[in-house]
């Protein structure tokens, strides 16, 4: 061994080796587990990665090389998200084109990834914008067709001016484009695809409840989703005979409190019977609406106004006519674009009525027989009051009496509504997969593109920039829009539009199982054997976009027998946002990007891994800080010095004593259980603690055991320099492909145990316990702890999870 630890000789040659030997391309050795990790498809669409995306990656190499090690066969590979808005954009800015940036960005993301020791199966490697990808992405879209799930429709939909393109609602924050959050967005009508995920919301829901994903995640998905369980009435319109008010609402058991409507200011009734006096400022105030993002009009701390549109419905129930409003709190998308309105159970409606002097009746008496508070709404359960033949009735038992009667007389049904609306699929852009459409100017309409035909191949294009007109750049393409009907062979015109670049991430990692399948999208014994994902891995910001589309995809394609599981990735794990020094996300414009680059050169690649594995617990937000990065590679050294010690004394086989002994195995267990639990931070930590133990020792109170363990558990995290020790110590053997260390557990055996305590799956707390405590104990402990308070406030526990001597996870 050299006397000095020098990175830039060792990493160099390491990784050469392992290339020439084809050390990490995908096995399936019989007999072996398989073990499949991912990350979330990386869009080639910045000039490369900063030291945060290495959040991701390396703790998932971490991960595949552990798995590989422990007797798995194992597939970790890597491809690019290169088609939609993020490649487009980028290569606008750059003044080029996105055949140009994409394969360079690719290319450099691959050398930066490569370089920082991330074991990838790189013959794997799929781009979304090549023609044998994008053939596959058209084929889904076409079998989407044939089972009713892909239409075509005419409606408002968000408009981004920056991106001149139309938005699905996901991807429009807090009323910004979400690639522009600078931007708000407007809205702009046309005739678009989309894609029937309503169709799916059920399922999508209940499915929840089997996959094991951060709480926050599920949570954000049925808010989403937000299925709501009630009854759709009609109200017939005074004056207008024929037209009525339908309306969805969860409390029908409140319709005698009913003493006003209120319309959406986009609903097609608003033009219909507005009145003259009234149109003016009916027709100001929808203006105004139609500017405002979803999440500022249904904003709980915004004002609420309206304006009434001179029109009365009738209340078959009070056989009163009350006023129609109009309010832009009211959404056309959710539920039918109608409420009614009961202000004595609904603090909103509360609240509209006290501003505009509207009638406040009472239909609601709290069930101990008190009087329903005068200065709110009582928006709780209770006894019926002033309704009819309601009276006396429960709310549970009037719910169903009003769904009866409305049934009885044809107004109305029970029903579940959805806050989620069908996925918007159509952009107007230039660098996207081409929809595989034809439009026949004879008799035929609509017509798929056969699939013999497919790919439909995107043309190349000089002058790509969106027009802004609603169109895409493509319909400037005469010898790609002019076409023949597959049908009758007539004239016909492509479609110009291009799919959502979410269309391509929705099925990738699919191809993954067998990238170079030609005659399908991939090779169905391969996905059976790989599929579904054992651990994916990637960003919160994708918890209503990505992941919801590739959910609802799988279960359109087990529905079609192409596939034997529902959920395409049954483990999901969110990895913390490194922020930059200054607090703020790293950002060139802002000049505080770290690249690995830069690390790697001054400190070495396993220095820089280790601290990205070190500076904090892997799905919690922390700030870089190099000097983390200088410490990390005085471990290495350190290491270095200690290896080298031992194998200059000749390997001893010495006899180290029983503390020494009963470390090693402890050390051993901690960092096992850690690493599966994703807990780097403090399985490094154990190895800091054991080797300035060892470190101290003689190499004859040492034996292989206790040196070959460590280098080892250092081989996932530090793959270099563990190359490099293993090496020097007499194997001719990858130490990547050696065997996991295995633990005594007598001999790993402690009295105390430290508990993680975590609160919607965020680590709070650790308690140091006996060995064998109790869940009762532990909750308890957990509960009176000063950090888990905090993070409960006033919230009461739904659920908790034990695991003994391990976790205490509470759900909140």
Request: glycine share 6%; aromatic share 12%.
């Amino acid at each position: 061994m050299d006397e000095r630890y020098d990175p830039k000789k060792i990493e160099p040659y390491w990784q050469s080796e392992w290339e020439r030997a084809d050390l990490y391309r995908t096995r399936e050795a019989p007999g072996r587990p398989k073990f499949y990790v991912l990350e979330m498809f990386p869009y080639p669409s910045g000039n490369g990665l900063s030291v945060g995306h290495l959040h991701n990656y390396v703790p998932c190499d971490v991960i595949g090389r552990y798995k590989r090690m422990t007797g798995f066969n194992v597939l970790h590979a890597m491809g690019w998200d290169a088609f939609g808005l993020p490649a487009e954009n980028e290569a606008l800015l750059r003044g080029a084109h996105p055949t140009e940036t994409v394969p360079r960005y690719a290319a450099n993301f691959k050398r930066q990834l490569t370089i920082s020791g991330c074991a990838y199966d790189w013959s794997r490697e799929i781009n979304s914008s090549s023609p044998e990808y994008y053939r596959w992405t058209q084929w889904f879209f076409l079998m989407l067709l044939r089972r009713g799930l892909a239409y075509r429709a005419t409606g408002s939909q968000w408009w981004c001016d920056k991106c001149r393109t139309i938005l699905a609602n996901e991807q429009v924050v807090n009323g910004c484009c979400w690639r522009h959050t600078d931007n708000p967005v407007t809205k702009k009508d046309l005739e678009q695809w989309y894609i029937k995920i309503t169709g799916y919301a059920d399922r999508l829901l209940e499915d929840l409840d089997g996959i094991d994903w951060p709480e926050p995640i599920k949570l954000m998905q049925r808010n989403w989703i937000g299925r709501s369980e009630g009854a759709e009435l009609a109200f017939p319109i005074t004056g207008h005979p024929k037209k009525e008010v339908r309306f969805f609402t969860t409390r029908p058991d409140t319709v005698f409190g009913v003493s006003f409507m209120v319309l959406a200011p986009e609903h097609p009734l608003v033009a219909q019977i507005t009145s003259g006096a009234q149109r003016a400022a009916v027709e100001r105030y929808a203006s105004e609406a139609r500017r405002q993002s979803e999440i500022e009009r249904m904003s709980t701390v915004k004002e609420k106004t309206g304006v009434f549109t001179g029109a009365y419905a009738h209340n078959v129930f009070t056989k009163k006519d009350i006023p129609i409003w109009i309010a832009d709190y009211v959404l056309m998308g959710y539920g039918t674009g109608a409420i009614m309105a009961a202000p004595g159970e609904d603090q909103r409606d509360f609240e509209f009525a006290i501003k505009y002097g509207l009638e406040i009746p009472r239909v609601t008496a709290p069930a101990d027989g008190s009087r329903p508070p005068a200065d709110r709404a009582f928006p709780e359960h209770g006894i019926a009051i002033n309704s009819g033949f309601l009276d006396g009735k429960k709310t549970a038992d009037a719910l169903r009496a009003v769904c009866d009667f409305a049934e009885r007389n044809g107004i109305g049904k029970p029903t579940v509504s959805y806050r989620m609306r069908d996925w918007l699929i159509s952009r107007q852009r230039y660098w996207g997969c081409p929809i595989p459409i034809v439009y026949c100017k004879n008799e035929c309409g609509i017509v798929p593109v056969p699939e013999d035909q497919l790919p439909v191949r995107l043309p190349p294009m000089k002058d790509y920039q969106p027009s802004g007109t609603g169109r895409s750049p493509l319909a400037n393409v005469p010898e790609f829009v002019n076409t023949t009907c597959p049908k009758c062979g007539g004239p016909a015109e492509r479609e110009t539009d291009t799919l959502d670049g979410f269309a391509c991430s929705s099925w990738y990692f699919l191809r993954f199982a067998s990238p170079h399948e030609a005659r399908a999208p991939f090779d169905r014994a391969a996905v059976d054997y790989w599929l579904p994902v054992d651990l994916y891995v990637g960003g919160a910001e994708h918890a209503v976009m990505h992941l919801l589309y590739a959910r609802m995809w799988t279960k359109v394609m087990f529905d079609a027998e192409l596939i034997s599981f529902q959920e395409p990735f049954p483990v999901l794990r969110n990895q913390g946002v490194v922020w930059a020094a200054d607090g703020q996300r790293m950002s060139k414009s802002k000049g505080n990007v770290v690249t690995p680059d830069a690390m790697i050169e001054k400190y070495g690649a396993d220095a820089l891994r280790l601290w990205e594995l070190f500076m904090g617990p892997f799905d919690e937000d922390t700030k870089w800080n190099e000097s983390g990065v200088a410490a990390t590679e005085r471990f290495i050294v350190r290491v270095w010095s200690w290896v080298r010690r031992y194998v200059e004394a000749g390997y001893p086989q010495g006899a180290p004593s029983e503390q020494t002994i009963h470390r090693a195995h402890k050390t051993l267990r901690a960092v096992t259980v850690q690493i599966e639990q994703m807990r780097f931070n403090t399985a490094l930590a154990a190895m800091m603690e054991h080797l300035n133990y060892v470190a101290r020792l003689e190499p004859t109170a040492l034996d292989r055991f206790v040196v070959e363990s460590f280098v080892l558990m250092l081989a996932p995290m530090a793959p270099y320099v563990s190359e490099e020790l293993w090496r020097a110590l007499g194997h001719s053997d990858s130490v990547h492909l050696a065997t996991w260390p295995v633990f005594d557990p007598a001999l790993a055996h402690e009295d105390t145990v430290t508990v993680v305590v975590q609160v919607n799956g965020k680590v709070r707390e650790r308690l140091q316990v006996a060995a064998g405590t109790s869940e009762d104990e532990v909750k308890a402990l957990a509960l009176s702890s000063d950090a888990v308070k905090k993070h409960l406030g006033d919230k009461t526990p739904r659920k908790f999870i034990f695991i003994k001597d391990k976790m205490l996870s509470v759900v909140v």
